[in-house]
């Protein structure tokens, strides 16, 4: 239906663009170079025919593809992000398309220690004959969430070259800054007007997932007593120590990232910083069902109030803030989301599987602003880190798929 080209010049253009995120910067977007993608977006929108693409000053873009159906069928949104993990360089990407991969290792070039391995990999068990996109070896690719750009931005052009092809309105979203928690923070509902979305940020081909992490922040600031180093006996108590103590109390077998799998939430500390006088330690928190998220800041709670009770001339602050929430409570509200989109992939010859996400999307908050949102595979691997891939043929089936999704809800309209 949509040629493999289609969709692979335009994701080996768009990776080429350095789109960042940056946690630390209080600006929106985050990086002024998320809207040089967001430009390039616009004007390829604007070429297929979308007279009414935009990139507004938040550096969110926005287009909608015009019913070709009589009937009347609910707005659908397709979204995807444009920046790229502040956990690995995505300046100066260099794509490398390895074509009919025959199985074994694919070895990076410009790092020969980077090497892809089924064992590590093992969805390229499935890849034989297809062609796999990497990187060099000195970046990330950025198929998250380039790959879901290049998708749409296909199935757009299929759409607007084809208005035989039945569907109601279509909105496109493209946002900024969803490696950083913000994704949807400057998202104007209104101005979107779609009733049901569909993120495209997903790992293996089939991949529906309805279901995330709920999630919490946790900071615990500690207040010690300074001293001179010289003269400190019976007198210092140092934040740092303390600090120290709390991560050192946290369960080493369970509830961390590295101990965990599948439905299993945790307790994961991410930074930790100060001076002897004060340090600050930066918690997430994870689990699918939000009293889970309770029990295990009391767990943390506990901890602190423990290792600090050894400290009497210290103090620590402990705050919480609500992050995103699992969107299952949203999509079970109505099943046909996923229906039509486990139909729209049959008919492209793809085998549906439903799928949990240990984390989050831009998806998750939106289903909360009133838009249910589910996410659908896009192909990417091996997120945020330089062994980042995505295939081609994937690619070229999720297009399809966002174009069978547009059908099928007109017919069942």
Same mark, same amino acid.
């Given at each position: ?42 004007e ?70 980077q ?63 969803e490696?950083?928690?913000?994704? %949807? $923070? +400057?998202?104007?509902?209104? #101005? *979107?007007g ?5 993120? =495209?940020? @997903? ?43 709390? %991560? $050192? +109390?946290?369960?080493?077998? #369970? *509830? ?6 599948? =439905?299993? @939430? ?29 029990e ?13 009770s ?17 969107m ?51 192909g990417?691997?091996?997120f ?30």
């Amino acid at each position: 239906m949509i040629p493999a080209e289609t969709v692979t010049d335009r994701f080996l253009k768009y990776v080429k663009i350095d789109t960042q995120s940056d946690p630390e910067s209080p600006t929106v977007p985050s990086t002024a170079k998320q809207k040089n993608l967001g430009k390039v977006l616009v004007e390829e929108l604007k070429a297929i025919g979308i007279k009414d693409a935009e990139l507004d000053e938040h550096g969110y873009v926005y287009a909608t593809i015009p019913a070709t159906s009589a009937k009347k069928v609910p707005v659908l949104c397709f979204c995807s992000h444009m920046d790229t993990s502040p956990d690995c360089s995505g300046a100066n990407v260099n794509p490398i398309i390895h074509k009919n991969y025959q199985g074994g290792n694919i070895q990076l070039p410009n790092d020969k220690t980077q090497v892809l391995t089924p064992a590590a990999h093992p969805d390229l068990l499935n890849q034989k004959g297809n062609d796999i996109v990497t990187a060099d070896g000195t970046t990330l690719l950025g198929a998250d969430n380039k790959a879901g750009l290049a998708e749409i931005m296909a199935a757009a052009e299929y759409l607007m070259k084809h208005p035989e092809v039945k569907h109601g309105v279509i909105r496109i979203l493209f946002t900024p800054d969803e490696e950083i928690g913000r994704g %949807v $923070d +400057k998202v104007d509902m209104k #101005k *979107l007007g779609a009733q049901f979305g569909y993120t =495209m940020d @997903g790992e293996s081909l089939g991949h529906i997932e309805a279901e995330n992490f709920s999630a919490d922040a946790v900071v615990i600031t500690i207040t010690g007593v300074s001293a001179h180093p010289g003269f400190a006996k019976g007198q210092m108590e140092s934040a740092i120590k303390i600090a120290s103590a709390i %991560v $050192d +109390k946290l369960p080493n077998h #369970k *509830l961390s990232p590295e101990s965990t799998e599948g =439905m299993e @939430g945790f307790v994961h500390p991410t930074s930790i910083s100060g001076s002897i006088e004060q340090a600050t330690i930066k918690f997430i928190i994870r689990d699918f069902v939000t009293h889970g998220l309770a029990e295990k800041e009391n767990l943390l709670h506990e901890i602190a109030e423990k290792v600090i009770s050894h400290y009497p001339n210290s103090k620590y602050e402990f705050k919480i803030t609500e992050q995103y929430r699992n969107m299952k409570v949203e999509i079970d509200k109505h099943p046909q989301i996923i229906k039509y989109a486990e139909e729209a992939m049959i008919r492209a010859g793809i085998k549906p599987h439903m799928q949990s996400i240990r984390g989050g999307t831009d998806g998750a908050r939106l289903s909360f602003m009133g838009m249910p949102c589910p996410n659908i595979f896009a192909g990417e691997h091996a997120f945020h880190g330089k062994q980042e891939w995505v295939s081609v043929q994937d690619m070229q089936k999720a297009a399809e798929t966002i174009v069978n999704i547009c059908g099928v809800w007109e017919e069942h309209s």
